[in-house]
């Protein structure tokens, strides 16, 4: 439209320039009626009339008389008109979950999520009794540090990515190059920060993080000297940092380190890095008293015999070293604070659970018993059994070769005539074996083996079996499973 002069436009020329500039504008809004701004704009001044009074003196009227005094706002607006939302659009979804989300690396967002995914199913995989167990901070400690740590993030991306790809479809020989592109970024920010000494993160709970990744890996693919490499480093800096006391805001990380360190033992024969006698300076940790957890609680008739055997009775009557008592005592106690908590649905602290690993499973890496003694097959015993309520690396394709090794061994040369140990202990040791470090229905030495010894007890049904068991030590959660199966293997 041209116009000349200086008079204005008409107001009908005024309307069509206005439609014409707004074209397109407001595509996709919805306008309010004006009944409802009109109601809103009513709401909206009774609200701040109300929120006033709450903390002034009565709101006045135009005449100055007190409005009435209400609770809430909600409350005003629903006594005197009804609520009209007005029409939303939603956008829809763009992109993925992690997409909006800064991190410490520019990587896919489909990493990130692999990450999220493992995070979300480990503690179900390497922890039977994640039920039974509280987690204190367990996004702050292990998934904040992927927005500002580089080397933690690619080392978090290269383990979970290990797991899908290699562990859970049982590939050992498969690695992806994306795979490794996050191992050697790893690698290689960690180097970086070892080196710069104005680093102030060098002994973080991130750093050992990483390396403690990279201690699993090179666990997982056989390769034990690095695995054992990783793991004094981990050592070292624990010292430089203070010690083991250093951790307590972080007691998970302190576990799992100690789990890889117990496990790469039990897997090889190999003497411990921590608590090692002749070259760690940390005190082994006492073991816990454990029989605080029953004395505040009244006793329940139709789950006690499931829940806590006689330990201290058991380890009397069965006829052992002084130094093996103590360990047997305090591993059948925390079997009967986990079914306890598992009938009761509570939970033990992480602490709890680490301060029993820790001092029963290196007490007995470290005894030496004659290898014919009853003592030494008890010893293996514990050992087994704790591999399977502590550690749980089979769940990703590790199995403890000396470990097993020398227990059938020692069942070999060990003899009911020969040997003080009863038949029902004889028993409970051969199904401990069975859960954790035998696969009876393939091994047929050992199924015989089985098969006798619950011939030679009478036992006739599960349910006997599985009383026989709790009257030593037993975990339902961990064991009913397989220990059914090796049970139903062997009757039949």
């Known amino acids: 439209m041209v116009k000349t002069g200086v008079d204005k436009f008409n107001p009908e020329d005024r309307k069509l320039i206005r439609s014409h500039v707004m074209k397109g504008k407001n595509l996709g809004k919805v306008r309010p009626s004006r009944r409802a701004r009109d109601l809103n704009e009513t709401d909206s001044r009774q609200d701040v009339s109300v929120s006033c009074s709450d903390t002034a003196s009565p709101a006045r009227g135009r005449d100055g008389s007190s409005l009435p005094q209400t609770s809430t706002s909600t409350t005003l607006a629903s006594d005197f008109h009804p609520v009209i939302e007005p029409p939303a659009t939603v956008p829809r979804k763009f992109g993925s979950t992690a997409s909006a989300i800064r991190f410490a690396d520019s990587i896919e967002p489909a990493m990130v999520e692999v990450v999220l995914q493992f995070s979300s199913i480990a503690k179900q995989l390497l922890f039977p009794l994640e039920t039974c167990i509280f987690f204190e901070k367990r996004a702050e400690n292990w998934i904040a540090p992927l927005a500002v740590d580089p080397a933690y993030l690619h080392a978090m991306i290269f383990t979970s990515m290990y797991y899908f790809e290699v562990i859970q479809p049982r590939r050992s020989s498969h690695t992806s190059q994306r795979m490794l592109y996050h191992h050697h970024q790893a690698l290689s920010l960690l180097r970086e920060k070892l080196l710069d000494r104005l680093d102030d993160t060098q002994l973080s709970n991130n750093t050992l993080s990483v390396v403690l990744s990279f201690a699993g890996s090179a666990f997982w693919t056989g390769d034990l000297r690095f695995a054992t490499n ?171 070769i000396h470990l097993a090794s020398l227990f059938r061994d020692c069942f070999a040369r060990l003899t009911t005539t020969s040997s003080h140990l009863s038949p029902q202990l004889v028993l409970w040791l051969l199904m401990v074996g069975a859960v954790s470090v035998f696969d009876g229905s393939n091994d047929i030495w050992f199924n015989n083996l089985l098969r006798n010894s619950i011939r030679r007890c009478k036992v006739d049904s599960w349910s006997e079996m599985r009383d026989l068991l709790l009257s030593f030590m037993w975990i339902d959660l961990v064991h009913d499973k397989r220990g059914k199966r090796a049970f139903d293997s062997a009757s039949s």
């Open 230 to 400: 990783h793991i004094e480093g981990m050592r070292k800096i624990a010292n430089l940092r203070g010690g083991l006391s250093t951790f307590k805001n972080n007691e998970k990380l302190l576990v799992e380190i100690l789990r890889c360190d117990l496990g790469i033992a039990a897997h090889s024969g190999a003497k411990p890095v921590f608590f090692n006698s002749a070259s760690s300076s940390e005190p082994r940790l006492p073991y816990p008293d454990l029989t605080l957890f029953f004395e505040t609680r009244k006793p329940d008739p139709a789950t006690e015999g499931s829940e806590r055997a006689d330990s201290a009775t058991f380890a009397h009557a069965i006829e052992m070293d002084d130094k093996l008592a103590p360990a047997w005592k305090t591993l059948a106690d925390f079997c009967s604070v986990i079914n306890l908590a598992a009938n009761s649905q509570k939970r033990i602290t992480v602490g709890t659970f680490l301060e029993t690993m820790a001092s029963v499973m290196y007490r007995l890496l470290d005894m030496y018993f004659e290898v014919t003694s009853g003592d030494e097959m008890i010893r293996l015993g514990l050992l087994c059994f704790s591999c399977d309520v502590f550690l749980q690396w089979q769940h990703l394709g590790m199995s403890y």
